[in-house]
């Protein structure tokens, strides 16, 4: 079938990476001031005590945050395929046959994210296939678009944003 011809329905269009950070940049913005507000609330302060000899005690700070990330981006996407910088960013996830991702897709691709993300996104990377998936949403069949309505999705395209 001739490109040109393809009715823009079934067209997928994969978002950038710059795209994905900058969605990402500002759900971590949003997060990250929720989870200060919160150490502030509940411990009068953002430092913590913790022995400086010890590199778990100083990086155990970070556990709390992760799951607040875990939660934040599984219950939005799951909810409405998109979080804030989602949104402000007109991007979506949904799954491989361009369709509303099932809970288990959301929370693996929301587990690498969360917890991490620095690794998910080098393998990606390097990993990477025509779909732009990092290493979780590739494990949890998810993909990030640009927000386009889908009616038929019997020959979709892939297209590089």
């Known amino acids: 079938m001739d490109e040109s011809n393809l009715d823009t329905s ?16 500002i759900d971590f913005i949003v997060i990250s001031s929720i989870s200060t ?9 953002i430092e913590y005590a913790f ?3 010890s590199f778990w005690m100083e990086n155990i700070q970070y556990i709390p945050t992760s799951i607040l990330f875990f ?7 799951y909810k409405t395929n998109q979080t804030i910088g989602k949104k402000i960013m007109n991007l979506k996830i949904i799954n491989i046959d361009g369709r509303k991702p099932n809970l288990k897709g959301i929370m693996i ?10 690794i998910d ?10 779909k732009r998936q990092r290493i979780f949403n590739k494990l949890g069949d998810t993909l990030i678009v640009k927000i386009k ?10 297209l590089k944003d």
């Not at 996104?121 to 025509?130: A, K, Q, Y």
């Not at 309505?149 to 395209?157: A, H, R, T, Y």
């Open 37 to 45: 507000a919160i150490m502030v609330v509940s411990f009068g302060s």
């Open 109 to 118: 691709s929301s587990f690498g994210k969360a917890f991490l993300l620095p």
């Open 71 to 77: 939660i934040y981006w599984t219950v939005l996407e």
């Open 121 to 130: 996104v080098i393998l990606g990377w390097f990993l990477t296939n025509e």
């Open 10 to 25: 079934s067209k997928i269009v994969l978002a950038k990476w710059s795209d994905r950070f900058f969605a990402w940049l």
């Open 51 to 53: 022995e400086r000899d």
């Open 149 to 158: 309505e889908i009616n038929d999705v019997s020959d979709i395209k892939y």
